[in-house]
Nanobody, 116 residues
Framework: VQLQASGGGVVQAGDSLLISCTAS???????AGWFRQAPGNKREFVAS???????YYAEPVKGRFSIYRDNTKNTVYLQMNSLKPEDTAIYYC????????????WGRGTQVTVSS
């Protein structure tokens, strides 16, 4: 499975941004997730969605971020609202069987920068 993330950019604190990740083939039977890595930090989990649409979020993004998927388009989305400067990172999508951290296949990442 090859993954391509897109939609990153530079926004101001409080803004919203939608990023997406499209798989090269069907991923409906796998979980999908988003992770992020800020400069100098380790990669951390953000959110995941299972094949049956069960959701799981990291505490720092609960209530602000929403993950959803469209299996007809082989795409998983991350809607990010009320963005904060600490959300600045490279966001990576991943697909796999491990729950709640699907990590068998990884995309290249998309940069999200939130200015204060």
């Amino acid at each position: 499975v090859q993954l391509q993330a897109s939609g990153g950019g530079v926004v101001q604190a409080g803004d919203s941004l939608l990023i997406s990740c499209t798989a090269s083939g069907s991923f409906s039977r796998f979980g999908a997730g988003w992770f992020r890595q800020a400069p100098g930090n380790k990669r951390e989990f953000v959110a995941s969605i299972r094949s049956d649409s069960l959701l799981y979020y990291a505490e720092p993004v609960k209530g602000r971020f929403s993950i959803y998927r469209d299996n007809t388009k082989n795409t998983v989305y991350l809607q990010m609202n009320s963005l904060k400067p600490e959300d600045t990172a490279i966001y990576y999508c991943a697909v796999g069987s491990r729950w709640p951290y699907p990590d068998d296949w990884w995309g290249r990442g998309t940069q999200v920068t939130v200015s204060s």
